[in-house]
């Protein structure tokens, strides 16, 4: 199917994705509003979504995400990527109260919402999804540059098992493009600010291995992020690095966002399904990576989490 025949003759779209936007959510709400805006020139294309990381600010257009939302407005066509409209924040009153309702994902914990559900696991990412539902004549470098970005990063540069023979495909299609992937995946992946290697070395440093030593965990608190005058956007990457240790096979970073309040990041390396264990406490994801929003105080947290890996690894 081609995304244009759901979307028909709109007069206005507007298109979102979830709140704290990865790379594969900001990849993928831009790729599709520029194809829009490319398809649609004659209609009103909206985008909402929280402010990306500057990482992202290489995406063409990316300054025309609006950040503040009119709730009063009615959409046409509303287009919900990368999550159920649970996670669209302060985009879902407008989601709701659209005519048509749209929504596109790959998360194996998501039910679906709207009138049209094109939800498809088996993908590697929304971006990669995004892709097989565009006519491809209609493709441009700076689509292709928003849907590539969103490919690598829930793939872990096509490292991670969500990359299938599919995935390469598209992405082979996608840097034909000619634009500069090698930089893009330097700037956007790997690169990090000062900041964001000191915090990231604090929490590799008190880590703490348990459940004989198949997991690891750590934790930056409110204080810790004051200290070093960082984000939760500059957190990124700090459970990838933490299942990078030998022996571990499930990965668990969380940050305090309150008081007994913490938002909590799993990995695994493919004997637990994290998914799983999200699911458990309102979250959701992929099957080796995922997370929610937990309250409690940080040990309590761990012990909650470690039942449903306990049982994946048969040490329960």
Not at 81 to 103: Q, V, W
Request: with cysteine; charged share 25%.
């Amino acid at each position: 199917m081609r995304l244009i025949d759901e979307v028909g003759n709109a007069a206005s779209v507007a298109v979102s994705g979830h709140i704290r936007p990865d790379g594969d959510c900001v990849g993928s709400v831009m790729g599709l509003y520029l194809y829009l805006k490319k398809e649609m020139p004659e209609a009103e294309i909206d985008v909402y979504l929280d402010k990306p990381a500057e990482i992202f600010d290489c995406i063409s257009h990316i300054e025309d995400i609006k950040l503040e939302f009119n709730t009063d407005k009615i959409y046409d066509v509303f287009i919900a990527l990368d999550c159920a409209d649970d996670r669209l924040g302060n985009a879902r009153p407008l989601f709701e109260k659209a005519h048509k309702r749209i929504n596109i994902d790959h998360h194996i914990s998501n039910q679906g919402c709207g009138d049209v559900r094109i939800i498809e696991p088996d993908r590697s990412s929304t971006a990669e999804l995004l892709y097989d539902l565009m006519a491809p004549e209609m493709l441009d470098v700076e689509i292709a540059t928003a849907l590539y970005i969103g490919i690598i990063h829930d793939t872990g540069v096509l490292r991670y098992s969500n990359t299938s023979p599919r995935t390469l495909q598209v992405a082979s299609e996608l840097i034909k493009f000619g634009f500069d992937f090698s930089d893009i995946i330097q700037k956007t992946f790997y690169e990090k600010t000062y900041v964001q290697t000191q915090i990231m070395g604090r929490a590799v440093l008190e880590s703490v291995r348990f459940m004989h030593n198949r997991c690891i965990v750590s934790m930056v608190s409110r204080r810790m992020m004051d200290f070093y005058q960082v984000t939760p956007q500059d957190l990124d990457g700090i459970v990838n690095q933490l299942l990078s240790v030998k022996g571990v096979e499930c990965a668990i970073f969380m940050y305090e966002t309150g008081t007994l309040e913490y938002k909590v990041s799993m990995r695994s390396g493919g004997k637990v399904d994290v998914a799983a264990v999200a699911m458990r406490f309102g979250g959701g994801g992929h099957v080796r990576a995922a997370g929610c929003t937990m309250n409690g105080t940080y040990h309590d947290n761990i012990n909650n989490l470690s039942i449903g890996i306990a049982e994946q690894l048969d040490l329960a």
